[in-house]
């Protein structure tokens, strides 16, 4: 079966700009997760979706970060302005419901200058 | 809530020595147990998983880990080290929250393996 897709691989921005990260999950998974994963760090959730409801938002900086997972399937993930501190690596997981594993996608590194 | 715990940022090994890569959980309530390895500039990738099954959880790759509730540890083990397992791995338990679960990680340990 096809994975995680997440693009852009790597994106490079100054700080205030916007940017914004896509994932296609893995058909069928109702599940779709964001992590952040600052550098030295585990990640950490930041969003959780269930079909195109969310589920837990506790963590996400509301200010600044938005996402949306439109038709249930793919989703985009924004953050607007950028901060320094918003250079990590943003993961894409999908899994299907219950307690089933999480299968992640490659990531999106952002590095904010 | 709940929450694992990663003993050691760095763990370093000769090839063909054993592998212990150490994690404590806080839970709860009975919890579901993961361990995700981690290559350069990769996603993480499942290595096991407990689901309140057998305690001894064999993976991919030839890595193991033992629940033991006793000492709330989930600890990772391989018998002999390969160059390919450097990696970072991760330890994870997850939440039900509401019917939906929520995966919560370590810091991680990075595996060092030396010829």
Redesign the interface.
């Known amino acids: 079966e096809a994975g995680v897709a997440q693009s852009p691989r790597y994106k490079i921005i100054e700080k205030r700009q916007s940017v914004a990260f896509w994932c296609n999950p893995i058909s069928g998974h109702a599940t779709l997760y964001w992590y952040q994963q600052i550098l030295g760090q585990g990640p950490k959730l930041l969003i959780q979706f269930q079909n195109n409801g969310v589920v837990d938002d506790s963590q996400l900086p509301k200010d600044r970060f938005s996402a949306e997972r439109l038709k249930g399937v793919d989703s985009t993930l924004k953050i607007q302005p950028a901060k320094l501190e918003d250079s990590a690596v943003y993961l894409c997981a999908s899994s299907l419901v219950g307690r089933s594993p999480l299968h992640f996608g490659n990531g999106t590194r952002l590095t904010v200058t | 809530a709940q929450s694992v715990t990663q003993l050691g ?1 760095h763990v370093s090994v000769s090839e063909g020595a054993l592998v212990l890569l150490r994690c404590n959980y806080s839970s709860s309530v009975p919890p ?1 147990l ?1 361990w ?1 390895v981690q290559y350069p ?6 290595l096991l ?1 407990y ?1 309140s099954a057998a305690t001894l959880v064999k993976g991919i790759n030839g890595f193991e880990a033992e629940f033991k509730k006793s000492e709330t540890s989930f600890h990772l083990t391989k018998p002999s080290a390969h160059m390919s397992d450097a990696a970072e791995y ?1 330890c ?1 338990v ?1 939440e ?3 019917g ?9 340990t990075r595996l060092l393996v030396s010829p």
Request: glycine content about 12%; overall charge positive.
């Open positions: 940022s579901y993961f995700y500039n990769q996603g993480l990738q499942l998983k689901t991760f994870a997850s039900l929250n509401t939906f679960q929520k995966l919560v990680f370590g810091t991680g």
